[in-house]
């Protein structure tokens, strides 16, 4: 098509009598002209956008939103597996509200967010406090400490299982070698227990997320200060709570924000510890719905449990893009 | 912070001891999965014999890991599953985080905004319905489910980490390239997304690790055994009914844990960069 578009020209400039300068001028421009259309339009920013955006914003439609709509249409109907469901309203809600085991779902779900969360921050903040040091091998320790948080939960929480095992437990092995206990306990044989079991494989994993950005924060905090309140006479608790902590708490709210998402929508660690055992005492909300969902095949009863999320979720995303907007 | 310390009884008692407990508590499920994957089964299942350590070592868990299993199969979908979908997560993380990084535009707001809630949205809130969406697709026990479904948290994580990334890019370099007649696009791909290669890698390398560890959309969409990842099928398929084979199981475990360890361990840098610039709002 370019072609045929400069043909006419050269065969112009191909006239006798033609001067041979209005060729090259000719087909300059025609070569500048012919990208134009496309580029023309790209060159203005809201056209460009709107195709640089295109591909992110057609998978995260047919994968979130319509599935988040759909999901609430499922909450709201009877469908089971392999049949098609009809609207019943809020009854789903009425039999899990009148559930024995989702309420203990309900209650679990909080008890271990907010367990596992206070845990890891304090904990994940004494180890960033330590490592902020000079030491040996201190490049091989900090980036061994994240190895919890990077390899996949479900093999991890594999090694806990066995170490947790009811006849086999390492634990076990060592208590009663040291005399400290004389029967072996079932570590994942009582609800309670097995609820401590889940927080502290929680902790594990989660704590080196918590000491790695909160590292970082620490080390954005200007030495010269702590300095300056030693100077004044502060000692090394009131430097950390006067001077280190309130520098460091955009990250530490943030951090705090992300991992409460991520603890109170939990599938993986509990369903592979305890699959919601002993006798249904461990369910989340996450565990419950696969319970009902795909065990039960009653996905629209199934949605109903997983919508439970979605309040705590929508709170905690308010709070923290007002908290964006605001340090903005 | 530099915290000052007494004498070496002092400095001892406040930071080697705690530092020492921190990284054996850290590392001691990994010696755990070692261990228990070389000993052979009637140590490990002898509640008399020292569980530390093994005068017998062996392979033949491995051996029944490679001859016995799929694993090598699901090692290879897993990491298939885990390079698509991470490289259609880049394409499109890179693309949108430049448009809301760069572009005016009305929409730049709410679609940021947007965006962001998508980056929290976790997966167990949807995977009852996206199960259905798969199936419609015609996609279900195949890889394509994870391939499609995994960019949805992995985008908006490339998104907001490269957007981030881009406004530290000085804006003046590209205007340059314009000033000499490049256009919009070819100062975009030619100028811009070279400095931007950090920001790629440290976002490609997290969400490898991201997928590579999924473990809920791969246990609800996936249900044949040839088809399954190394999380699911290491933990559907190594345990028949109560029945638990702790030595493939861990070796498995270890297999499965390995290629990850070393991406990060390759990329320690990068990674801690990806995770801290993914948190700051």
Same mark, same amino acid.
């Given at each position: 098509?370019?072609?045929?578009?400069?043909?006419?020209?050269?065969?112009?400039?191909?006239?006798?009598?033609?001067?041979? @300068?209005?060729?090259?001028?000719?087909?300059?421009?025609?070569?500048?002209?012919?990208?134009?259309?496309?580029?023309?339009?790209?060159?203005?920013?809201?056209?460009?956008?709107?195709?640089?955006?295109?591909?992110?914003?057609? *998978?995260?439609?047919?994968?979130?939103?319509? %599935?988040?709509v759909?999901?609430?249409?499922?909450?709201?109907?009877?469908?089971?597996?392999?049949r098609?469901?009809?609207?019943?309203?809020?009854?789903?809600?009425?039999?899990?509200?009148?559930?024995?085991?989702?309420? #203990?779902?309900?209650?679990?779900?909080?008890?271990?967010?907010?367990?596992?969360?206070?845990?890891?921050l304090?904990?994940?903040?004494?180890?960033?406090?330590?490592?902020?040091?000079?030491?040996?091998?201190?490049?091989?320790?900090?980036?061994?400490?994240?190895?919890?948080?990077?390899?996949?939960?479900?093999?991890?929480?594999?090694?806990?299982?066995?170490?947790?095992?009811?006849?086999?437990?390492?634990?076990?092995?060592?208590?009663?070698? $040291?005399?400290?206990?004389? #029967?072996r306990?079932?570590?994942?044989?009582? =609800?309670?227990?097995?609820?401590?079991?889940?927080i502290?494989?929680?902790?594990?994993?989660?704590?080196p997320?918590?000491? *790695?950005?909160?590292?970082?924060?620490?080390?954005?905090?200007?030495?010269?200060?702590?300095?300056?309140?030693? @100077?004044d006479g502060?000692?090394?608790w009131?430097?950390?709570?006067?001077?280190?902590?309130?520098? *460091?708490?955009?990250? !530490?709210?943030?951090?705090? &924000?992300?991992?409460?998402?991520?603890?109170?929508?939990?599938?993986?660690?509990?369903?592979v510890?305890?699959?919601?055992? %002993?006798?249904?005492?461990?369910?989340?909300?996450?565990?419950?719905?696969?319970?009902?969902?795909?065990?039960?095949?009653?996905?629209?009863?199934?949605?109903?449990?997983?919508?439970?999320?979605?309040p705590?979720?929508? !709170?905690?995303?308010?709070?923290?893009?007002?908290?964006?907007?605001?340090?903005? | 912070?530099?915290?000052?310390?007494?004498?070496?009884?002092?400095?001892?008692?406040?930071?080697?001891?705690?530092?020492?407990l921190?990284?054996?508590?850290?590392?001691?499920?990994?010696?755990w999965?070692?261990?228990t994957?070389?000993?052979?089964?009637?140590?490990?299942?002898?509640? #008399?014999?020292?569980?530390?350590? $093994?005068?017998?070592?062996?392979?033949?868990?491995?051996?029944?890991?490679?001859?016995?299993?799929?694993? %090598?199969?699901?090692?290879?979908?897993?990491?298939? @599953?885990?390079?698509?979908?991470?490289?259609?997560?880049? /394409?499109? =993380?890179?693309l949108?985080?430049?448009?809301?990084?760069?572009?005016?535009? #009305?929409?730049?707001?709410?679609? =940021?905004?947007?965006?962001?809630?998508?980056?929290?949205?976790?997966?167990?809130?949807?995977?009852?319905?996206?199960?259905?969406?798969?199936?419609?697709?015609?996609?279900?026990? $195949?890889?394509?489910?994870?391939?499609?479904?995994?960019?949805?948290?992995?985008?908006?994580?490339?998104?907001? &980490?490269?957007?981030?990334?881009?406004?530290?890019?000085?804006?003046?370099i590209?205007?340059?390239?314009?000033?000499?007649?490049a256009?919009?696009?070819?100062?975009?791909?030619?100028?811009? /997304?070279?400095?931007?290669?950090? =920001?790629?890698?440290?976002?490609?390398?997290?969400?490898?690790?991201?997928?590579w560890?999924?473990?809920?959309?791969?246990?609800?969409?996936?249900?044949?055994?040839?088809?399954?990842?190394?999380?699911?099928?290491?933990?559907?398929?190594?345990?028949?009914?109560?029945?638990?084979?702790?030595?493939?199981?861990?070796?498995?475990? &270890?297999?499965?844990?390995?290629?990850?360890?070393?991406?990060?361990?390759?990329?320690?840098?990068?990674?801690?960069?990806?995770?801290?610039?993914?948190?700051?709002?």
């Amino acid at each position: 098509m370019a072609d045929q578009r400069i043909e006419p020209l050269l065969a112009e400039s191909a006239r006798p009598g033609a001067t041979a @300068i209005p060729m090259p001028i000719a087909v300059a421009t025609q070569k500048a002209r012919r990208p134009n259309r496309w580029s023309g339009l790209l060159e203005r920013e809201p056209v460009l956008a709107a195709v640089l955006l295109a591909p992110t914003l057609v *998978i995260l439609t047919l994968f979130i939103a319509y %599935p988040f709509v759909l999901g609430i249409w499922l909450a709201v109907s009877d469908k089971v597996v392999g049949r098609p469901g009809s609207f019943v309203g809020l009854h789903n809600f009425q039999v899990n509200l009148n559930d024995q085991i989702f309420l #203990r779902a309900f209650q679990n779900t909080f008890v271990y967010t907010f367990i596992a969360t206070i845990l890891k921050l304090a904990l994940g903040m004494l180890a960033a406090l330590l490592l902020n040091n000079h030491f040996k091998f201190k490049r091989v320790i900090r980036a061994s400490m994240l190895l919890p948080w990077i390899v996949p939960t479900v093999l991890s929480t594999l090694a806990w299982q066995w170490m947790f095992d009811a006849t086999f437990s390492v634990f076990n092995w060592v208590l009663m070698n $040291t005399g400290i206990i004389s #029967r072996r306990i079932l570590w994942l044989g009582d =609800g309670t227990l097995a609820m401590g079991c889940l927080i502290a494989v929680n902790v594990w994993r989660g704590m080196p997320f918590f000491a *790695i950005t909160l590292l970082a924060g620490l080390q954005t905090v200007n030495p010269d200060l702590h300095e300056a309140a030693e @100077i004044d006479g502060a000692n090394a608790w009131q430097r950390f709570w006067r001077v280190t902590l309130p520098l *460091i708490k955009p990250i !530490m709210l943030v951090v705090v &924000l992300f991992s409460m998402i991520a603890t109170f929508a939990d599938f993986q660690l509990i369903y592979v510890l305890t699959r919601g055992g %002993p006798y249904s005492s461990t369910h989340v909300f996450g565990t419950y719905a696969y319970e009902i969902a795909m065990r039960a095949a009653k996905l629209g009863q199934g949605a109903s449990i997983s919508l439970f999320l979605f309040p705590f979720l929508l !709170m905690v995303i308010v709070f923290q893009l007002w908290y964006i907007r605001r340090s903005d | 912070m530099a915290v000052r310390y007494g004498g070496p009884i002092k400095r001892a008692a406040t930071f080697y001891v705690p530092l020492a407990l921190m990284v054996g508590v850290t590392l001691f499920p990994f010696y755990w999965m070692v261990i228990t994957s070389i000993r052979p089964d009637p140590e490990l299942y002898n509640v #008399r014999s020292n569980p530390f350590f $093994t005068l017998h070592p062996t392979l033949k868990h491995f051996e029944y890991l490679f001859d016995l299993t799929l694993f %090598p199969r699901w090692a290879l979908n897993t990491l298939f @599953i885990a390079t698509v979908s991470t490289a259609i997560s880049l /394409f499109c =993380g890179l693309l949108a985080g430049y448009a809301l990084a760069r572009l005016q535009f #009305r929409l730049a707001p709410p679609l =940021g905004t947007m965006i962001f809630i998508t980056y929290l949205v976790p997966p167990t809130l949807l995977f009852i319905p996206l199960g259905d969406v798969v199936k419609t697709f015609g996609i279900g026990d $195949t890889p394509w489910a994870l391939i499609l479904t995994y960019p949805t948290f992995l985008i908006p994580f490339c998104t907001w &980490l490269l957007m981030g990334y881009f406004k530290t890019i000085p804006r003046e370099i590209e205007e340059c390239a314009r000033i000499d007649g490049a256009s919009r696009i070819r100062a975009m791909v030619s100028i811009t /997304f070279p400095l931007a290669v950090p =920001g790629i890698l440290s976002a490609g390398i997290f969400a490898f690790t991201l997928s590579w560890n999924e473990f809920l959309y791969a246990l609800v969409f996936l249900s044949s055994p040839q088809q399954k990842t190394i999380p699911i099928g290491v933990f559907t398929e190594l345990v028949r009914g109560d029945v638990f084979y702790w030595g493939p199981l861990m070796a498995g475990a &270890l297999l499965g844990s390995i290629p990850v360890a070393l991406v990060y361990s390759f990329f320690v840098e990068h990674y801690v960069t990806a995770l801290t610039g993914a948190v700051k709002g």
